[in-house]
């Protein structure tokens, strides 16, 4: 027998292969290699796993989006979105999924691409929006992350509902402190008014007491009266359960409801009668564009002007069709230099560059405008189906937002 070496036996590796062992052998390997590339590439083990992760679901479960990031067709960020999306989806579903969402993505910034991907992961996603909402809410937190240059950030994550009227909130407060003295930009404002309400309830000017902004919900009726679950529709966010959209409209503040009814419409236009919009045209035009609609711009509609296309001087119509949101900056470029824009049908904008380069936006929602105005109920969006969903255009054709 050999001599004892003094040294102590090495440990059983873990993965079933010794008493005690946690782990079975994929897990052993997964985190190996997962540790080993995170220490090699200098990043969080955790940033590392999501790397790997979204690798394999490229290389086994998303072909065309590997496809079309290889040739350039898309960025990685676009990809990340597809993953991202695509992950819950079942499998029976993911390649419709994908080739719905690839529609459109070569011609959409990410950010829009995120939102169009959200909505139609909805469509796919075996389990029901409200069994997923009670799962997630339960993960609600905020956090605090340490940054550079003396610098942290402050995360608040719960209900979309609940984000969205504080980020409202926020905003609105900012845009009243605006004015020729004040020399802070609205993103910085934003912050402040943000640090002034959570260490003190109100601004050192007394503002935010009481300030609530207004976000528009859209509730189909047979979802109100609890015929079923189909999700509502939150300005500026996408899909929320039935159940939480009935709460909202049954009286919560800060929320406008806007009822969906298959036999209902809204003033679409007023012609040359008069210049100024009518409210429920202004309604119907926030739903329908949601944000600022130039190329690229994800300015709330809420915040942004209610353009005339073709100048009222020029004979232009107060319409749904010749009338869209810009935010200030994007309205001065139109107003200012030679950037032209065009309505097509369905809420589609086409614009013109000053070189000629022809971009198309598309509306938030498709809205089908029917009958005429019920009191107290609108018409609102109805997605398209899948098929139509960023339907890919001919070579020279122009490029969607």
Same mark, same amino acid.
């Given at each position: 027998?050999?001599?004892?070496?003094?040294? /102590?036996?090495?440990?059983?590796?873990?993965?079933?292969?010794?008493?005690?062992?946690?782990?079975?052998?994929?897990?052993? &390997?997964?985190?190996?290699?997962?540790?080993?590339?995170? *220490?090699?590439?200098?990043?969080?083990?955790?940033?590392?796993?999501?790397? %790997? &992760?979204?690798?394999?679901?490229?290389? %086994?479960?998303? /072909?065309?989006?590997?496809?079309?990031?290889?040739?350039?067709?898309?960025?990685?960020?676009?990809?990340?979105?597809? %993953?991202?999306?695509?992950?819950?989806?079942?499998?029976?579903?993911?390649?419709?999924?994908?080739?719905?969402?690839?529609?459109?993505?070569?011609?959409?910034?990410? !950010?829009?691409?995120?939102?169009?991907?959200?909505?139609?992961?909805?469509?796919?996603?075996?389990?029901?929006?409200?069994?997923?909402?009670?799962?997630?809410?339960?993960?609600?937190?905020? $956090? =605090?992350?340490?940054?550079?240059?003396?610098?942290?950030?402050?995360? $608040?994550?719960?209900?979309?509902?609940?984000?969205?009227?504080?980020?409202?909130?926020?905003?609105?407060?900012?845009? !009243?402190?605006? *004015?020729?003295?004040?020399?802070?930009?609205?993103?910085?404002?934003?912050?402040? %008014? =943000?640090?002034?309400?959570?260490?003190?309830?109100?601004?050192?000017?007394?503002?935010?007491?009481?300030?609530?902004?207004?976000?528009?919900?859209?509730?189909?009726?047979?979802?109100?009266?609890?015929?079923?679950?189909?999700? &509502?529709?939150?300005?500026?966010?996408?899909?929320?359960?039935?159940?939480?959209?009935?709460?909202?409209?049954?009286?919560? /503040? !800060?929320?406008?409801?806007?009822?969906?009814?298959?036999?209902? #419409?809204?003033?679409?236009?007023? #012609?040359?009668?008069?210049?100024?919009?009518?409210?429920?045209?202004?309604?119907?035009?926030?739903?329908?564009?949601?944000?600022?609609? =130039?190329?690229? *711009?994800?300015?709330?509609? &809420?915040?942004?002007?209610?353009?005339?296309?073709?100048?009222?001087?020029?004979?232009?119509?107060?319409?749904?069709?010749?009338?869209?949101?810009? *935010?200030?900056?994007?309205?001065?470029?139109?107003?200012?230099?030679?950037?032209?824009?065009?309505?097509?049908?369905?809420?589609?904008?086409?614009?013109?560059?000053?070189?000629?380069?022809? $971009?198309?936006?598309?509306?938030?929602?498709?809205?089908? /405008?029917?009958? !005429?105005?019920?009191?107290?109920?609108?018409?609102?969006?109805?997605?398209?189906?899948?098929?139509?969903?960023?339907?890919?255009?001919?070579?020279?054709?122009?490029?969607?937002?």
């Amino acid at each position: 027998m050999p001599a004892d070496s003094g040294r /102590p036996s090495p440990a059983p590796r873990p993965g079933g292969r010794g008493p005690g062992a946690r782990w079975d052998a994929r897990e052993v &390997a997964e985190r190996e290699f997962s540790s080993e590339l995170a *220490c090699t590439i200098r990043v969080p083990q955790r940033t590392a796993e999501n790397l %790997v &992760a979204e690798s394999r679901a490229l290389a %086994v479960d998303l /072909p065309a989006t590997r496809a079309a990031l290889a040739s350039g067709e898309i960025s990685y960020r676009h990809a990340q979105v597809v %993953v991202n999306q695509a992950w819950s989806v079942p499998a029976e579903g993911r390649a419709k999924f994908e080739a719905a969402v690839l529609k459109s993505a070569s011609t959409m910034t990410a !950010s829009k691409l995120k939102y169009r991907a959200r909505v139609l992961r909805e469509r796919w996603h075996p389990e029901t929006i409200r069994a997923r909402h009670q799962k997630s809410v339960k993960d609600r937190g905020v $956090f =605090f992350e340490a940054e550079q240059d003396g610098m942290a950030s402050f995360m $608040f994550y719960g209900s979309a509902e609940t984000a969205q009227a504080a980020y409202e909130r926020v905003t609105l407060t900012a845009l !009243s402190l605006q *004015c020729k003295e004040e020399e802070r930009t609205l993103t910085q404002l934003k912050a402040d %008014v =943000f640090e002034d309400l959570i260490l003190d309830g109100v601004t050192p000017s007394g503002l935010g007491k009481g300030i609530r902004g207004t976000v528009n919900i859209t509730v189909p009726v047979f979802s109100l009266m609890g015929l079923n679950d189909e999700p &509502a529709h939150l300005e500026g966010y996408g899909p929320i359960d039935a159940d939480t959209a009935r709460r909202i409209a049954a009286g919560a /503040p !800060s929320f406008t409801r806007i009822l969906v009814h298959p036999e209902t #419409g809204v003033v679409l236009s007023v #012609g040359r009668d008069r210049y100024k919009v009518p409210k429920d045209l202004r309604r119907y035009l926030r739903v329908r564009d949601e944000t600022c609609r =130039f190329p690229g *711009c994800n300015r709330s509609a &809420a915040h942004s002007d209610l353009d005339h296309s073709l100048d009222w001087q020029f004979n232009g119509l107060t319409g749904e069709d010749n009338l869209a949101h810009l *935010c200030p900056p994007c309205h001065a470029l139109k107003s200012e230099t030679g950037w032209t824009v065009k309505h097509l049908e369905g809420g589609v904008l086409e614009w013109r560059s000053p070189s000629g380069r022809a $971009f198309v936006t598309e509306p938030a929602a498709v809205i089908r /405008p029917v009958g !005429s105005l019920s009191p107290g109920l609108s018409l609102t969006p109805t997605a398209p189906p899948p098929e139509s969903v960023g339907s890919p255009e001919p070579p020279g054709d122009p490029a969607h937002f």
